[in-house]
Antibody, heavy 122, light 106 residues
Framework: EVQLLESGGGLVQPGGSLRLSCAAS????????MSWVRQAPGKGLECVSG????????YYADSVKGRFTISRDNSMNTLYLQVNSLRAEDTAVYYC???????????????WGQGTLVTVSS | EIVMTQSPATLSVSPGERATLSCRAS??????LAWYQQKPGQAPRLLIY???TRASGIPARFSGSGSGTEFTLTISSLQSEDFAVYYC????????FGQGTKVEIK
């Protein structure tokens, strides 16, 4: 059974940083691209970043480029998202998502974690 | 940027009835289109990809059609567990989501 367990969310002040983590199990982690998709409270879905199975290709939405960094540790089956220079508009639930393919940009998002809430507020 | 527009915003349907949801892309995405279901407090779940391929474990009452710029998700006979928000998503280059259609009980 595929399981994705996010952690690392919380309350942070504007301009602050967090590191989100996602522990994956139930599949061959390095064989699939992974993504982070966020959802602001009461709003729709936005894919913010994706990384290939090998980790050598990454993609970012324009809204987070230069502030967020995606990475993965295939030996630990873990996905990360370093989020810096946070703004109020980054407040959202951040989902760790498995892709059906190994390459990026993100495409078919077939398994989702339960999400971790990031709140940016003073 | 490809903009995805879903209609209607809210669809009121009685259990057992058919529901038809629409999704339009601002330019052609070929068949690179997926549908997701999201229930309150839960993560989205993949229903359909490649416009018409059901994901693993998805019941046959869910079907997708279309190509290019016009797509449809049909739920043939609504069950109580199908009342939720449905999102379409293209994956022609950087992925983009529609704003969602809420299917509610009539």
């Amino acid at each position: 059974e595929v399981q994705l367990l996010e952690s690392g969310g919380g309350l942070v002040q504007p301009g602050g940083s967090l590191r989100l983590s996602c522990a994956a199990s139930g599949f061959t982690f390095s064989s699939y691209a992974m993504s982070w998709v966020r959802q602001a409270p009461g709003k729709g879905l936005e894919c913010v970043s994706g990384i290939s199975g090998s980790g050598d290709s990454t993609y970012y939405a324009d809204s987070v480029k230069g502030r967020f960094t995606i990475s993965r540790d295939n030996s630990m089956n873990t996905l990360y998202l370093q989020v810096n220079s946070l703004r109020a508009e980054d407040t959202a639930v951040y989902y760790c998502v498995k892709d059906l393919t190994v390459v990026v940009p993100p495409s078919i998002l077939d398994y989702w974690g339960q999400g971790t809430l990031v709140t940016v507020s003073s | 940027e490809i903009v995805m527009t879903q209609s209607p915003a809210t669809l009121s349907v009685s259990p057992g009835e058919r529901a038809t949801l629409s999704c339009r892309a601002s330019q052609s995405v070929s068949s690179k289109l997926a549908w997701y279901q999201q229930k309150p407090g839960q993560a989205p779940r993949l229903l359909i990809y490649a416009a018409s391929t059901r994901a693993s474990g998805i019941p046959a009452r869910f079907s997708g059609s279309g190509s290019g710029t016009e797509f449809t998700l049909t739920i043939s006979s609504l069950q109580s567990e199908d009342f939720a928000v449905y999102y379409c998503q293209h994956y022609n280059n950087w992925p983009g989501f529609g704003q969602g259609t809420k299917v509610e009980i009539k």
